[in-house]
C-alpha cells in the first residue's frame, strides 16, 4: 500500500523560507515520478513542481519564478520543497504525489497516490 506523509508546513512571514518533505513507502519510489500541488482557499489544486524518478528531470509552474526547489533522496524515499522568499499568495494547502510514470510529470491525471497535504500559510 503507498503512503505518502507530507511534513514540514507552518506559519511563515513574507519573505521567509520554509522546506517541505514527503516520505513514501509502499512503491519502488526511484521508478517514479513525484510532484508537488496546493490548494488555496477557494480555488483549484494546481501544479507546483515535478522531479523526475531519477531526480535528473524538473519542472515548475511559472509562478515559482526560482524561488522554490524540488529534490529527492531516493536512497530514503523521500522529496523535498525548498521554498524561498514565501507570498502571501503562497498559503495554501501542499500535496505531495506520485506519479504513474517516471518521467516528469505536470498534469493531475498523471498521479496515482497523493498525500494528506500539509498548511503553509504566509502571514505577517
Known amino acids: 500500500q503507498v503512503q505518502l506523509v507530507e511534513s514540514g508546513g507552518g506559519l511563515v512571514q513574507p519573505g521567509g523560507s520554509l522546506r517541505l518533505s514527503c516520505a513514501a513507502s509502499g512503491l519502488t519510489f526511484g521508478s517514479y515520478a513525484m510532484g508537488w500541488f496546493r490548494q488555496a482557499p477557494g480555488k483549484e489544486r494546481e501544479f507546483v513542481a515535478t522531479i523526475s524518478g531519477s531526480g535528473f528531470s524538473t519542472s515548475y509552474a511559472r509562478f515559482m519564478m526560482d524561488r522554490f526547489t524540488i529534490s529527492r533522496d531516493n536512497a530514503k524515499n523521500t522529496v523535498h520543497l525548498q521554498m524561498n522568499d514565501l507570498k502571501l499568495e503562497d498559503t495554501a494547502v501542499y500535496y505531495c504525489?506520485?506519479?504513474?510514470?517516471?518521467?516528469?510529470?505536470?498534469?493531475?491525471?498523471?498521479?496515482?497516490?497523493w498525500g494528506q497535504g500539509t498548511q503553509v500559510t504566509v502571514s505577517s
Open positions: 504525489a506520485v506519479a504513474n510514470i517516471a518521467t516528469t510529470a505536470i498534469e493531475e491525471h498523471e498521479y496515482a497516490y
